[in-house]
């Protein structure tokens, strides 16, 4: 996947992956955060959807995205996988995937 260098992969890629790594490091230990982390997750992550909603290529699908990754990370031992990076990665690729389509729309219409 080819990443854009955007303020937001600058700052959110960087804290979805230490959300990920934190729960990892808990459970190894035999450790629970309590939901810290998933609250986290999800006031940043739900801000990130509300916001960039007309960014994405459709946010009906981000939302019931975001709500599946939810739902797997208060999951107990199983909300240990990184489904934050991987529900964020996903956002980023299909964001992509659609700004070149509109890129390459907006060239035929020049082309016109």
Same mark, same amino acid.
């Given at each position: 996947?080819?990443?854009?260098?955007?303020?937001? =992969?600058?700052?959110?890629?960087?804290?979805?992956?230490?959300?990920?790594? %934190?729960?990892?490091?808990?459970?190894?230990?035999?450790?629970?955060? !309590?939901?810290?982390?998933?609250?986290?997750?999800?006031? %940043?992550?739900?801000?990130? =959807?509300?916001?960039?909603?007309?960014?994405?290529?459709?946010?009906?699908?981000?939302?019931?995205? !975001? %709500?599946?990754?939810?739902? =797997?990370?208060?999951?107990?031992? %199983?909300?240990? !996988?990184?489904?934050?990076?991987?529900? !964020?990665?996903?956002?980023?690729?299909?964001?992509?995937?659609?700004?070149?389509?509109?890129?390459?729309?907006?060239?035929?219409?020049?082309?016109?």
């Amino acid at each position: 996947m080819n990443l854009k260098l955007s303020p937001e =992969v600058m700052i959110l890629l960087p804290f979805f992956a230490a959300l990920d790594l %934190i729960g990892l490091g808990l459970i190894c230990f035999g450790l629970d955060d !309590f939901g810290i982390t998933d609250t986290l997750g999800i006031t %940043i992550g739900g801000g990130y =959807v509300l916001f960039s909603g007309g960014k994405m290529p459709d946010s009906k699908k981000a939302g019931f995205k !975001f %709500i599946g990754t939810i739902s =797997v990370e208060l999951i107990p031992y %199983i909300g240990a !996988f990184p489904t934050w990076t991987l529900w !964020f990665l996903n956002n980023l690729k299909e964001k992509n995937q659609m700004e070149e389509q509109q890129k390459t729309e907006n060239e035929n219409q020049d082309e016109e």
